[in-house]
């Protein structure tokens, strides 16, 4: 399990670069991961709030698989997994993006 993470934050940061890329993000240099982290919200809440924010961002499977793996992961292995994906240079256009998903998922 443990040689799972390594591999799991590169696929993630991949799908949510790779998606993510023709969906709006906004720039964020410190990013706020508790919301990720900590939050409550279920699958079908992370999405409605993902495709509220970037329809196209959420039809990607393996942004919806990372995103179920993730949210179906305890809160020390999420933690994790969020600062590895915040870690990636590449994903740094689009942690505003997820950040504001994970504010406002509870809306949906």
């Known amino acids: 399990m443990m040689e799972r993470v390594p591999i799991t934050l590169a696929v993630a940061g991949g799908a949510v670069a790779l998606s993510l890329a023709t969906g709006a993000g906004i720039a964020s240099a410190d990013p706020r991961l508790d919301s ?29 698989s990372v995103l179920r793996q993730f949210l179906d992961s305890p809160r020390d292995q999420r933690q994790r997994m969020a600062e590895g994906i915040a870690a990636q240079p590449a994903n740094q256009p689009y942690l505003g993006l997820l950040q504001t998903v994970f504010d406002t998922c509870n809306n949906f």
Do not use: F, I, R, W
């Open 36 to 64: 990720a982290v900590n939050t409550s919200c279920s699958y079908p809440q992370v999405m409605g709030a993902l495709n509220a924010q970037s329809p196209m961002a959420g039809e990607s499977p393996m942004v919806q």
